[in-house]
């Protein structure tokens, strides 16, 4: 058997592709007022991220003009990515949380 080698494979250049695709095709709807990348709240970055402390759900909330839908366009463009990991045979689930999802297809279907 072969030893691992640190040349990203056919699969793993596929898995780019698609992960870097799949953004691309969000970042063409974001309008732009949003598309400047910004500091997210760590609450919001750990959602995004799906790391294992992070909130299930987000709820954005604040008085007018603090930034709530930037960071929702940040924080889903940022989650998109995250659905799509290097390391997970392609599946658009990463390990998380979630066995199986298609929300980021249903996502971009709706786009």
């Known amino acids: 058997m072969p030893a691992p080698s640190a040349e990203p494979s056919d699969m793993d250049d596929w898995r780019t592709e698609r992960r870097d695709e799949a953004v691309a095709a969000f970042d063409g709807q974001i309008p732009a007022l949003y598309r400047q990348q910004i500091d ?3 609450a919001v ?10 909130p299930v759900s987000l709820f ?3 008085p007018l003009g603090v930034g ?3 960071s929702a366009w940040q ?3 940022r989650w998109i990515a995250a659905l799509y990991p290097l390391h997970d045979h392609g599946r658009p689930c990463g390990g ?3 066995p199986q ?3 980021v297809d249903d996502v971009l279907e709706t786009l």
Request: glycine share 8%.
């Open 40 to 42: 997210l709240h760590p």
């Open 96 to 98: 998380g949380r979630v």
């Open 101 to 103: 999802s298609r929300a």
């Open 75 to 77: 924080a889903t463009r």
């Open 60 to 62: 954005l909330w604040g």
């Open 68 to 70: 709530k839908t930037h």
């Open 45 to 54: 970055a750990a959602w995004a991220d799906r790391t294992a402390d992070a």
